[in-house]
């Protein structure tokens, strides 16, 4: 969109403006408008570009947008750190918006970001660049210019601003603590009594300071696969970070193994296909997508050797036969590269960087 209008739409046409500056919190956004139009003397026919950061720190800003959406010749292009942009606005743009979640940057757009995309033949090379991938993350100015104190400074803002600000919470070391744990736990089944009894507050509490997370874009929890509502409402969630470089700023570098689940079920979350986690007793299958009628079955084994008869895959096999109608599985490794013949299902196993720039 940005350069379709850098060469069809003159730079006096564009207005973007970042709201959450403190000079523009108690303007509203029609007054912004008013003297854009008098600083260049646009007529009310000429369409404008509007584009608005933390729209929701404007004062009414739902019936504002409203207002100008009907009667002004604009586009209007808005973004938001947290999703009470979309809780807030009480159905008062019902039909006129599309809503869009931006996440943080895919592999192929990390490379991109950073020039460095190598020849198909060179496999080594990106595996390297993966793991590093996993490890920075991909909020994009980190990814540009890593640092320490970026993502430390975005993780206070975010709490501070779109948690602590919002919900009024008195203690926010308590918000930090949880998340610490969460970070620990990715990819793994939690336990909101044991999280609760670790950090001296009540269930409720924990769940609702993790839907806070979740409203402020930090982590996405992960349902049971199960043909049972109740039992997709009232089993153990898994949680995923929004962005792998806040799991490596909370817990360190490494943990690929985690992290390289946490990269992938956003890979499978951007498709916008159902998904979820299998499991029964101890075993486990990592993702299960589609739909019941014919699912694929997604495992992340991040190893250099691995063949279907391995162990590891246990859990693999338990839904194989739980839901025999599974045509597809997907075997993510960090070098394993094979297909093998099953009578039932077609299997492969793929690394896990050349999955993920497929």
Known sequence: ?????????????????????????????SEHLRFFRTLFMHSRDEKLFLFMDEVHESPNWEAELKTLYDLENLKITCTGSTSCLINQQGGKL????????????????????????????????????????????????????PSEDYMINLID??????????????????????????????????????????LGITVDTVREYIGYFEEAFLIKTLSKWSQSETDKIYAPKKIYLFDTGIKTRLTGKGDIVAKTENIFFFHLTRKNIPIGYYAESERELDFACSNLQ???????????????????????????????????????????????????AAISMVTAWKYLIM
């Open 1 to 29: 969109m940005l350069t379709r209008l850098e060469r069809n739409v003159p730079a006096k046409n564009i207005l973007y403006l970042a709201l959450d500056n403190p000079k523009f919190i108690k303007i509203p956004i």
């Open 94 to 145: 019902t039909g006129r918006q599309i809503i869009t979640t931006i996440y943080p940057l895919t592999f192929k757009e990390y490379l991109t970001f950073r020039k460095d995309m190598p020849s198909m033949s060179e496999g080594y090379k990106y595996e390297r660049l993966c793991e590093e991938y996993m490890d920075t993350g991909g909020y994009p100015e980190n990814v540009l210019d």
């Open 157 to 198: 803002d975010i709490i501070a601003r779109d948690i602590i600000r919002l919900h009024r919470i008195n203690r926010p070391d308590l918000l930090k603590n949880l998340l610490l744990m969460l970070a620990g736990a990715v990819g793994s089944r939690i336990s909101f009594n044991k999280i609760s009894k670790a």
């Open 294 to 344: 014919s699912p694929h079955a997604i495992e992340v084994k991040y190893v250099t050797k691995l063949d279907w008869n391995d162990k590891r895959l246990t859990g693999v096999k338990l839904f194989l036969r739980r839901y025999p109608q599974t045509r597809e599985v997907t075997i993510i490794t960090k070098s394993v590269d094979k297909r093998i013949e099953d009578e039932k």
